[in-house]
């Protein structure tokens, strides 16, 4: 059989896969990440707080309500996005004017906040949250098991990832938002309503973290800390990416994805810590990120 | 000279009751355990209402000596938790710690307890190193180790055909020891180990190990893991197919949060070995409903039983040496036959291994459940003489 660095072509190309659906959730959060930084330079800590709401309003949903996963994809992110957009404006607004670092602080506090009730509430083992029927059972691709799931997670993430890019690159609602950034009182007196355009753009922010989280859901645990070791990861993706760049978080999402993954077959022990050390390297040599500009 | 003659007479009013050597006049036990993290609901916030449980049951109060609960998280860093010790032992009046989950850091605690001549009582940890070649004057070991796991599912799976393993790995102390047990005991009757793969502490996810483990075509994926670990393990394990594939996997420490985390439906038909099940008789059963209302309705795990029984004997023993002292004390320990509602008779062996039953249980399927929490039926119970290493197969220099 071929090998590539010792191991077979087979095992190479699920390990390669496997990269892609993990770096499918690094995406989907360093995007919500890079939307915020970018539009609204807020260091948004409370995103892993966020995302782990995301999978436990998906198990209320399901145990409490009886509305099943497809129902979470939608209802989620928008009860959560509203949770979001409510601490914008009671609070992160009072920030704008002082330094990121207050805001960093801020958001960082409120999270171990967060962490820490639903800790009290439900304990640290989690919760279990099963998958929804039409996506159990997989694929046999030939070099590995594909399960359906995983498929549907790599396909969705592209697919909202992509849209976003769009709608902020590519459209006039996204000019107008990259603008009201940049010049807020010009873009006003347009008459355009810029602070509650801001808070519908973190709103939308945190809501691409609870949409993470439902998709987490079924293959993790519903765990209260589940946010909280994958947000270091992400903020690492994020700066390789270049702050605020988004075609940049996805790319770096994605790309960090496969790097751990591989790291997992060559030296599984280092597999938790290779991406920060790309991160010091990148930060090294180019301190703007892979695809960010200087400001 | 007043002064002097109050603090004799004093003293010499003390000579009769138990206080007599009392450190600062309060039995002062200190609960160091995971509070926050992956290990936090196997004993966490329940080993101290455990704790606290203990010394209401021993009746602290109306024998008029003072017990004091004082607690802290360790993080599971060994640093943490060794800094902790110290501070306890050296400034706080501590007299004993109890429970501390995570090999790494229970091994730290053990070398500064020896130091400090206090006393340690392990409930979370595993590492059957602590009784071993780690073994100390100042340590019991209460619950569980690994060589009691490996024996108790490794052997069992091993007997039943289980013969090719491949083993998941926790990159720490406990992990290393786990694997390393059952890798001699699946050697031990026959079988083969075809390979490991050493996963960090703390993964989320498991499904690049898991095709490593499916490529290996081990009939046995063994998961030398514990917590968190092990429940995204076997749920991503089925999520990949492998059991359908015809592989089977071990978890070789599952803890009755893990199976109330992972859902029946997932956790069904897996091997697992306990000291400890809430449902096994009126007396455990009388404790855990006493227990769970503390607990956020979560019956008690092995880890916490153990605490509870652990603090109970420690407290007999300073009533009957009449001293707070360490080392006295775990002497006493030693001495004195253990007996309690939820571990039965048992004895503690001079390296510090504490002996009762295990049990090997098979997680219910949800047909046979009768409702919350209802998880085990019994597969076999394993007498204490056999259920832990011989006592000369450490390597402990305490014993002779």
Redesign the interface.
């Known amino acids: 059989m071929t090998e590539i660095f010792g191991i077979?072509v087979?095992?190479f190309m699920?390990?390669l896969l496997?990269?892609l659906?993990?770096g499918s959730f690094y995406a989907l959060l360093s995007l919500g990440l890079a939307v915020i930084f970018g539009l609204l330079n807020i260091i948004n800590f409370t995103h892993g707080a966020q995302y782990m709401m995301g999978a436990f309003v998906a198990w209320y949903l399901l145990n409490k309500l009886g509305l099943g996963y497809w129902w979470a994809l939608v209802i989620t992110p928008v009860t959560v996005g509203i949770f979001g957009a409510i601490i914008e404006r009671t609070m992160l607004k009072q920030l704008y004017k002082l330094d990121h670092l207050y805001g960093l602080l801020l958001t960082f506090g409120l999270a171990l906040i967060i962490q820490g009730l639903f800790?009290n509430?439900?304990?640290?083992?989690?919760?279990?949250y099963?998958?929804p029927e039409q996506l159990t059972?997989?694929q046999n691709l030939g070099f590995?098991?594909l399960?359906n799931?995983?498929a549907w997670v790599i396909v969705f993430s592209l697919v909202v990832c992509l849209s976003t890019w769009f709608v902020i690159e590519k459209t006039k609602l996204g000019s107008y938002l990259r603008a009201a950034t940049e010049n807020p009182e010009l873009v006003r007196a347009f008459g355009i309503n810029v602070p509650r355009m801001i808070t519908l753009t973190y709103g939308f922010g945190v809501g691409l973290a609870a949409l993470a989280g439902v998709m987490a859901a079924p293959?993790?645990?519903v765990?209260p800390?589940?946010g909280a070791?994958?947000i270091i990861v992400v903020f690492a993706v994020v700066v390789i990416g270049g702050m605020g760049s988004i075609m940049g978080s996805i790319v770096t999402g994605f790309g960090l994805g496969v790097i751990e993954?591989l790291t997992?077959?060559f030296y599984?022990?280092a597999?938790?810590t290779v991406i920060f050390i790309i991160m010091a390297v990148v930060l090294l040599f180019r301190p703007a990120g892979l695809f960010g500009t200087q400001r | 000279m007043l002064r002097k003659l109050g603090i004799a007479v004093a003293a010499a009013m003390a000579v009769g009751t138990a206080q007599a050597q009392i450190s600062g006049g309060v039995v002062k036990i200190g609960v160091l355990s995971d509070m926050s993290s992956l290990y936090a609901d196997i004993g966490g916030p329940g080993s101290v209402v455990a704790a606290r449980m203990a010394v209401e049951d021993f009746g602290a109060a109306k024998k008029g000596m003072k017990v004091e609960i004082v607690s802290a998280d360790h993080q599971n860093k060994p640093e943490v938790g060794s800094s902790i010790a110290r501070q306890w032992y050296d400034t706080d009046g501590v007299d004993v710690i109890v429970d501390v989950p995570t090999s790494s850091v229970a091994l730290a605690v053990n070398q500064v307890t020896r130091e400090k001549a206090k006393a340690f009582l392990v409930s979370g940890a595993a590492t059957s190193d602590l009784t071993g070649k780690a073994c100390s004057p100042n340590t019991i070991h209460w619950t569980y180790d690994t060589w009691m796991l490996a024996h108790g599912t490794g052997g069992a799976i091993v007997k039943t055909g289980g013969d090719t393993w491949f083993f998941l790995t926790a990159d720490y102390a406990f992990g290393h020891a786990l694997e390393r047990d059952t890798a001699e005991v699946v050697k031990a009757n026959g079988g083969k180990v075809l390979g490991a793969v050493r996963h960090p502490l703390n993964t989320q996810d498991f499904s690049s190990f898991l095709l490593q483990a499916q490529s290996s075509k081990a009939k046995i994926i063994g998961l030398a893991n514990a917590g968190g670990d092990t429940i995204n393990s076997i749920k991503q394990a089925a999520e990949f197919g492998i059991v359908r594939g015809g592989q089977n996997l071990a978890g070789l420490l599952v803890f009755i949060s893990d199976v109330n985390a992972l859902g029946l439906d997932k956790a069904e038909g897996l091997i697992l070995t306990e000291t400890f099940y809430w449902d096994q008789n009126d007396q455990t059963r009388a404790f855990a409903k006493r227990f769970a209302p503390q607990n956020k309705n979560h019956m008690p795990t092995m880890v916490q039983a153990g605490v509870y029984s652990a603090v109970l004997h420690y407290l007999k023993a300073v009533e009957a040496a009449k001293t707070d002292d360490g080392t006295k004390v775990v002497a006493k320990m030693k001495e004195l036959p253990t007996d309690d509602p939820l571990f039965g008779k048992g004895r503690i062996r001079q390296d510090g291994r504490k002996l009762h039953n295990a049990y090997l249980f098979e997680v219910k399927k949800p047909s046979e459940s009768k409702g919350a929490w209802d998880y085990y039926k019994l597969r076999s119970t394993i007498p204490a003489d056999q259920a832990f290493r011989p006592e000369k197969e450490g390597g402990c220099p305490l014993v002779k």
């Open positions: 077979p087979q095992a699920g390990q496997i990269g659906i993990n800790r509430e439900y304990g640290s083992s989690g919760l279990p099963s998958m059972g997989g590995m098991f399960p799931y995983r293959i993790y645990s765990n800390l589940m070791d994958l993954g997992k077959v599984p022990e597999s938790n």
